[in-house]
C-alpha cells in the first residue's frame, strides 16, 4: 500500500495568517492526489483535485502544489471557518490512501 | 440537488453482522461509482470499499476484504455495505461518498454523506 505521511499532524495559526501542510507518498503518485476538508459532524468535502486544481466553489485562498512523493497544501488569509482536519489522499493505485490528517486551529 | 444520506448504523455484538445503506437522489446514478470510507473514533479517515455503476466490479481495503460486501440496486439508487463477522476496531463512522463521472476508483470523491456510526461492543 502507498503510505501517505502528513505534517505537522496539528497547527495553530491567527486569523489572516497563510498556513501550508506537507503530503508525503512513499513512492511517486504523479499527480493523483486530493486534498480534503473534514469538519466534525460533516461530510468531507474536495478542496484540490489533481494536486492542484480547485474544487467546483473553492476559493482562489487554497491552493496545492507538487508532484511524485511531495505536495503542499496552502490556506492563505486564514478564516474561522477553516477550523477542521484537513486529508491529502492518493488514487494513483488501489488501495486509496489517506494522510493521518492535519488538525487546524485558531489561535 | 445531489444527496447521499447513510443509514443502518447502531450497535452491535462482535461476530455479528450489519447492513448499511446508502440512498443517493439529484443526479444519474448509474453513472457513479460509490465508495465507502470510515472515521474511526479519534483517527483519520480510511478507505474501505467502492463498487462501480453497474455493480459488476468491486473492490476492498485488505482489512475488510472477506469480511464486507458492497452491491448496489440501480432500480432504488441505493448501495449497501453488508458488514460481517464485525470486531470492535470497526467501529467507527461509515461515509458512502461519489466518485467523479466516469471513473471506477480513479479520482476525487466530489459529494459525500454525513456519514452513519457504527459500534461494535459486547
Known amino acids: 500500500d502507498i503510505q501517505m505521511t502528513q505534517s505537522p499532524s496539528s497547527l495553530s495559526a491567527a486569523i489572516g495568517d497563510s498556513v501550508t501542510i506537507a503530503c508525503q507518498a512513499s513512492q511517486g503518485i504523479g499527480k493523483y492526489l486530493n486534498w480534503y476538508r473534514h469538519k466534525p459532524g460533516q461530510a468531507p468535502e474536495v478542496l484540490i483535485y489533481d494536486a492542484s486544481n480547485l474544487g467546483t466553489g473553492v476559493p482562489s485562498r487554497f491552493r496545492g502544489r507538487g508532484s511524485a512523493t511531495y505536495f503542499t497544501f496552502t490556506i492563505t488569509s486564514l478564516q474561522p471557518e477553516d477550523i477542521a482536519t484537513y486529508y491529502c489522499q492518493q488514487y494513483d493505485v488501489l488501495p486509496i490512501t489517506f494522510g493521518q490528517g492535519t488538525r487546524l486551529e485558531i489561535k | 440537488q445531489v444527496q447521499l444520506v447513510e443509514s443502518g448504523g447502531g450497535v452491535v455484538q462482535p461476530g455479528k453482522s450489519l447492513r448499511l445503506s446508502c440512498a443517493a437522489s439529484g443526479f444519474t446514478f448509474t453513472s457513479y461509482a460509490i465508495h465507502w470510507v470510515r472515521q474511526s473514533p479519534g483517527k483519520g479517515l480510511e478507505w474501505m470499499a467502492a463498487i462501480s455503476r453497474d455493480g459488476s466490479e468491486d473492490f476492498y481495503s485488505d482489512s475488510v476484504k472477506g469480511r464486507f460486501i458492497v452491491s448496489r440496486d440501480n432500480s432504488k439508487s441505493t448501495v449497501y455495505l453488508q458488514m460481517n463477522s464485525l470486531r470492535a476496531d470497526d467501529t467507527a463512522f461509515y461515509f458512502c461518498?461519489?466518485?467523479?463521472?466516469?471513473?471506477?476508483?480513479?479520482?476525487?470523491?466530489?459529494?459525500w454523506g454525513q456519514g452513519t456510526l457504527v459500534t461494535v461492543s459486547s
Open positions: 461518498a461519489r466518485i467523479i463521472v466516469g471513473s471506477n476508483w480513479r479520482g476525487h470523491f466530489d459529494h
